[in-house]
């Protein structure tokens, strides 16, 4: 059967805590080998044709987690680029990162904007990772952008619709998803996408995200798939 595969998909990787904590390991551990599937999951969404994938990786909320776990999610990105970038390079693979970037501390930004910079000319898929993203704060910060091009008369009132907004958005050059899978367990949407999320199909595996691979991910896109087909 030939699968019909999203343009974008995205994926709120959650699970990985209760991961490690269920094989007696540390919740770190955990996000580490979240990283480690993340990898597959790219290899497998490359493999099924999938244009731009959208991986959830620190929400805005995650702050509030005890200091030791977030410096563990700070510091990840840099080895996680650091080893896996050659690899990304070799496939073509175009990063980019949704989310409020200035705020990070400098050693992760600056890997991230390097991991951009250094991508930007390849042409395969997308990867985009929503790195201390909150659904609520995008929209606030692209209505305050679009509040002050009003003062400053670069927009007319008149002429603020959806459209405009768009523009504004973290996700400015990227279409809307066509569908959102969280793993974990639990059917949240944790403040990921809300105003990109208003037409998407959303999909929730029990499937702790460090055991979630590529052979999952087909079955999910066939689930979808076949749903669409049974309603039609
Ligand atoms: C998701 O896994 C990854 C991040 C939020 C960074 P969790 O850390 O939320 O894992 P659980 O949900 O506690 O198992
Ligand atoms: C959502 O997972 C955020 C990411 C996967 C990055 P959380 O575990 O942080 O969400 P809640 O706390 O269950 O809503
Ligand atoms: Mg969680």
Redesign the pocket.
Known sequence: MNLCVPNHMAI??????RWGKRRGLTRSQGHYAGAQAMEKIIDASIELGIKILTL????S??WS?PKDEVNYLMDLPVKFFKKKLPGFMKRNIKINITGNIAELPEHTKKVLIESVDKTKNNRGIIVNF?FN?GGRDDILQAVQKVIHEVQNKHIDLCNVDEQLLEHYLYTKQLPDPELII?T?G?K?I???LLWQCSNSELYFSDIY?PDFNGELLKQVIYDTQRKHSIAE
Not at 12 to 17: K, L, Q, S, V
Not at 56 to 59: G, H
């Open positions: 709120i990787m959650d699970g990985n805590g959830y990786a620190f929400s909320e995650n987690r929503a993203y969280r974990g639990e949240r944790s403040n990921f995200f």
